[in-house]
């Protein structure tokens, strides 16, 4: 059984901290890319980071870059999503995911397993 939880989120401040934790099982973490999405409502799912945590590649959206940082723990098969300077338009549910590696591309139609998303509210 496949299954991605995320942890962490909740309320904060504008110029705020929080840390998304991921916890993966039922595949074999080192062939996947693992990652955050996220969405508002009344918007498109948006993605905004992602690692392969086999050689430590990293990706982040320009929406987020310098502000989030991504981690892997390989041992507990987890990654975690530290976001700084958190900002009302990070409002959303944020969502962990995981994309076989040969995919490429951190794209909605070409994730592999989803979580089921938590809620961050940031307000002023």
């Known amino acids: 059984e496949v299954q991605l939880v995320e942890s962490g989120g909740g309320l904060v401040q504008a110029g705020g901290s929080l840390r998304l934790s991921c916890t993966t099982s039922?595949?074999?973490?080192?062939?996947?890319?693992i990652g955050w999405f996220r969405q508002a409502p009344g918007k498109e799912r948006e993605g905004i980071s992602s690692l392969s945590c086999a050689d430590g590649s990293t990706y982040y959206a320009d929406s987020v870059e310098g502000r989030f940082t991504i981690s892997c723990d390989s041992a507990k098969n987890m990654v975690n999503l530290q976001m700084n300077s958190l900002e009302l338009e990070d409002t959303a549910i944020y969502y962990c995911?995981?994309?076989?590696?040969?995919?490429?591309?951190?794209?909605?139609?070409?994730?592999?397993?989803w979580g089921q998303g938590i809620q961050v509210t940031v307000s002023s």
């Open positions: 039922g595949f074999t973490f080192e062939d996947y890319t």
């Open positions: 995911a995981a994309q076989i590696v040969a995919d490429g591309a951190w794209q909605t139609h070409l994730i592999d397993y």
